[in-house]
Every structure is written in C-alpha cells, then in structure tokens.
C-alpha cells in the first residue's frame, strides 16, 4: 500500500494517530512504506565495503580445499598409536604451502607447521608441546581420538554453499571471506543519493561572527557525518532560511534529484515552522509527533518518488531521531535484508531514577567500568539543545513509555555509542 492509499483508509491501523506515533508503530510504518533501490552495480571487493549485497555469494571451492594441520606438531597414523610408550621416527618435515612427495614407513611420522597438507594415509595431529623429542624420536603416553588437529577439506565452507547472503552489509571480515574464496567482484546495490539541508533563519555558518540570537549550524555537520559513515551519497544543500517559497523549491528539486531528503528544524508547531505545512502541500506526511523524549518533533512523509524525514532542531534532538529511525530506514533503503533497529544491551544502572510516563527516553549516559563488572550511569545535564552532553555521553539509557521509577541497581536497556555514531 501506498502512502496516500494508506491516509486516506487509517482502518488498516486502528490506532494510527500522526499526532502522538509511539516508538514501536513508527518503526512498522517505515519497514511497510520505504522501498529498497533496484539499482545494482559491481565492485571489487577492497571497495565494497558498507555496501549490501545484491545477491547470495556461493563458493566457488571448499574452504579449506585440502586436509591441513591446525597446530605446530606431529602427523601420525592413527591405527599404529598405542594407549602408552608411544615412539615414532620424525621422518620428514611439511611446511605450509608444501606437500609431502615421498612415501613413509608406519612406524615414522612427520613434523608439521600450522597448515601444512596432511599426507595421504595420515589422519591425526599431536601438538609439539604434548611430546617429547630424543635423538629424532617422538614420545608420548597417550592416544588422541582420530582426526584431532586436522581441519578437513570444506570444514569452512563447501563447494557450492552459500557463503553470504543478499541483503548483508559488507564489512571486513566479509571481505576477507571473499578474498579467501578467491572472488574479486561482487554485486551490490547502489548506494541511495540523500539529499539534506538545514533550516533556520538564526542559523549562521562556520567562519562568521556570532551575534546574539545566532547559533551555529551544528546540525549540518552532525548528521552529514552520521550520513558518511554509512556509505551514503549525500548531495548537501546548505542552510536554507525561514521562507515557504524557498523551502518548497528546495523540497522539489531535492525530490527530483534524490531518494531519501532529510532537514533538520521547521517541522515544530512555532510560527517559522513551515515544513509540515509544504509538505502537506507538495506531497504526503504519515506521521509528524513521537511520543519519545527527545525528538518529539519529527515528520516523515513522501515528495514524489522520494522519502522524506524531517528532524528537529535542536541537535540532541536530531541525533536521536537520526539514530533511531533515520539510520535503519537508510540501511533498509540500500538493501539490508531486513529492517533492524539498533538493538540493546543491559547493565545495571549506578542511579535512581524517577520519570513521567507517556514516552520512550533516550537519556545520555557513561557506562563506568567497577572491578570486573559494568554499570551504567546517566549525565545530569539531558536538554535537548545540550550537545556537549551527548559528546561526554558514551550510550542512551533507553526507558520505555511506561516506566516511572527505576531504581538504583536494577537493569536497563542501553544503546552503546560505539558502533552506532
């Protein structure tokens, strides 16, 4: 369904209400309205990464494709090794990258390196530091079960197995994988062109003076670095002032242009906050207040064939909302298999902590290392317009909607920085 169909038959989500969107229903009204590009393209491998995949990756070989050693140590037959006094000739040595040619007797066995290919008729590897070596004997008391130490011909990975499904974001170790089964190419989707501009007639830029009543346009540089790292194409517009008419030809030449448009400012109820207003206009908007704290303000709609996220102003504000809804839907829009929203971690909480019902909070914290244990502790400053906050900050403490009290020491869900800015 479409988001006009879906506006003008609100029976399909009883409880829709543009005007008070709850956390949970905003994330399943993204996953059902945005589309994944079609557009696909191939890369080499070294520069494919934080792209997603196009289609499965299948082997093209076993991994690994001969029998070789795990460990430093001894090749043995395993039917000639007896429960005790075990002695066997050290009757050659196998390096990585070099095979045995010649033939052995079956009371001799023969040093090997992590890697080496075991030898036909060979089929159990002892760690060197589990013998003991006299005058080119081998001694040991025991017997190891048969096939230890040995990593078997597509123990990894099998001919024809599907090595990395479609809809995976690549990253190091994926392209690693790649390498290791000797693909130089993959298909890929194309990265989304996302157009962003800021708002606000009090919004100056970098390099001038600051007059009273000025701020400068932290927000631009915020979100287009959350943008970069997610391998985005992003096409900047600047800081566009307070003017429906400007701001409506911004709007439709960022649709023409783009597939994903996101401003930051104007979508409030202020007497400047013209956004929801144009883009009711020119185009359609599904929802426009969170029931979150911050980010209360956010409009997400469509303007022709592109999608459009209106975020707040104030930067805490914009951050959280980028994060919690922006990022995934951006990941979903460039052919992530499946829409995912960034997912929790518990600790305990260093605080009590006594709050009002009605919205889901993201509060800035420091999770604090205690012996051999963490906990989690908020920042007393947590004003939507405090950025300085955010950058001591290392996690959100998230509370949900209906919690009022959270007592010092019990567990909460926390969103850690590090991967996710």
């Known amino acids: 369904m479409k988001i006009n169909e879906f506006l003008k038959d609100k ?15 905003a994330l399943m009204l993204l996953e059902q309205f945005l589309t994944v ?4 393209t191939h890369l080499p491998i070294e520069e494919a990464q934080g792209c997603f995949l196009a289609e499965d990756i299948r082997s093209p070989v076993n991994v690994p494709n001969y029998n070789n050693s795990a460990m430093d ?5 395993h039917k000639f090794i007896k429960p005790k006094n075990n002695k066997f000739k050290i009757d050659g040595k196998i390096l990585a990258g070099h095979p045995l040619k010649t033939k052995n007797s079956s009371i001799s066995c023969l040093q090997i390196m992590t890697g080496g290919m075991i030898p036909r008729t060979f089929d159990t590897v002892i760690p060197q530091e589990l013998v003991q070596i006299n005058h080119g004997i081998v001694e040991f008391d025991f017997k190891p079960k048969v096939g230890a130490n040995i990593r078997k011909i597509g123990e990894d990975i099998k001919k024809n197995q599907v090595a990395i499904k479609q809809g995976v974001c ?7 994988l790649l390498a290791s089964l000797g693909i130089t190419k993959v298909k890929v989707f194309q990265c989304i062109r996302i157009g962003f501009f800021s708002t606000g007639d009090e919004v100056v830029q970098l390099g001038s003076k600051i007059k009273a009543g000025q701020v400068y346009d932290s927000n631009r540089f915020l979100i287009k670095a959350f943008i970069k790292k997610m391998y985005a194409c992003l096409v900047d517009y600047g800081n ?5 008419i400007l701001l409506e030809n911004q709007l439709k030449k960022a649709s023409r242009e783009c597939d994903l448009i996101i401003t930051t400012g104007g979508v409030s109820v202020g007497e400047a906050d013209y956004m929801k207003e144009i883009l009711t206009k020119i185009g359609q908007v599904l929802f426009w207040k969170m029931a979150i704290k911050p980010g209360r303000p956010m409009a997400f709609g469509k303007v022709n064939k592109a999608f459009y996220f209106g975020l707040p102003g104030n930067p805490v504000s914009a951050a959280v909302t980028f994060l919690q809804f922006v990022k995934p839907s951006i990941r979903f829009m460039m052919g992530s298999a499946k829409f995912e929203k960034l997912p929790y971690v518990q600790l305990k909480i260093n605080a009590e902590v006594q709050r009002k019902k009605g919205r889901k909070e993201f509060v800035r914290g420091i999770i604090q290392r205690q012996g051999k244990s ?6 007393l400053q947590q004003g939507s317009g405090m950025l300085k906050s955010m950058s001591d900050a290392n996690c959100f403490i998230v509370f949900d909607a209906d919690q009022d009290l959270i007592r010092k020491n019990s567990y909460v869900n926390i969103l850690p920085f590090d991967g996710i800015i």
């Open 240 to 244: 566009l002032s307070d003017d429906k």
């Open 37 to 40: 590009t079609k557009k696909t």
């Open 73 to 77: 140590g001894y090749v043995f037959r």
């Open 11 to 25: 029976g399909c989500l009883s409880e829709y209400d543009p005007n008070t969107m709850s956390y949970e229903k």
């Open 374 to 379: 963490c906990s989690v502790i908020p920042l």
């Open 170 to 176: 690549l990253n190091a170790c994926n392209i690693g």
